[in-house]
Antibody, heavy 120, light 110 residues
């Protein structure tokens, strides 16, 4: 059974960088069958796709966040990471990591989500 | 990219059927068949209900079905049950290789 688990600081100061890691267990992150991605949800609001990474390191980002986002993958640790720079209160959200099957919209496994609050 | 358009809320009585629409453009919903639907209960992670327009993952009730016509995708839930009360989100691939969600629809079972 594949499991994803987000980890990282729950509080980040404005203008600083948000950093989260998603640890994958029960399956290899090096598989060519899947993309690994981040999705967020501000309190009381809808889902927003942040971006994806493939095991090769290839990435795709939401155009509205592209200038501030970096998603990377560490196959040796079976984990992938999100960095979002110059955060503001608008970046306060529950951040989810998820797996999506290559060549499909099948996004089957999600982490439980982690709340990140941007505040001084 | 703009969020896909979903109704803010829909409602139905137990046993009835409801349909939630998801309208985009030819650059997303209408561009290919990579449309999925997620159910989200309060405080929980989203759960995949439909993928690639009309496919159900193993374990999802056949009361859930998906379809698409032009730039609009739809999720139909038949035989409404109390546990179906949740938020529902559509998600589509875009021509730019990115993904976009709908604004979400709150389903109330009366």
């Amino acid at each position: 059974q594949v499991q994803l688990q987000e980890s990282g600081p729950g509080l980040v100061k404005p203008s600083e960088t948000l950093s989260l890691t998603c640890n994958v267990s029960g399956g290899s992150i090096s598989s060519s069958n899947y993309f690994w991605g981040w999705i967020r949800q501000p309190p009381g609001k809808g889902l927003e796709w942040i971006g994806n990474v493939f095991y090769t390191g290839n990435t795709y980002y939401n155009p509205s966040l592209k200038s501030r986002v970096t998603i990377s993958i560490d196959t040796s640790k079976n984990q992938f990471s999100l960095r979002l720079s110059f955060v503001t209160a608008a970046d306060t959200a529950v951040y989810y990591c998820a797996r999506r099957k290559y060549g499909s919209s099948w996004r089957d496994y999600w982490g439980q989500g982690t709340l990140v609050t941007v505040s001084s | 990219q703009s969020a896909l358009t979903q109704p803010a809320s829909v409602s139905g009585s137990p046993g009835q059927s409801i349909t939630i629409s998801c309208t985009g453009t030819s650059s997303d919903v209408g561009g290919d068949n990579y449309v999925s639907w997620y159910q989200q209960h309060p405080g929980k992670a989203p759960k995949l209900m439909i993928f690639d327009v009309s496919n159900r993952p193993s374990g999802v009730s056949n009361r859930f079905s998906g379809s698409k016509s032009g730039n609009t995708a739809s999720l139909t839930i038949s035989g409404l049950q109390a546990d179906d009360e949740a938020d529902y989100y559509c998600n589509s691939h875009t021509s730019g290789g990115t993904w976009v969600f709908g604004g979400g629809t709150k389903l109330t079972v009366l």
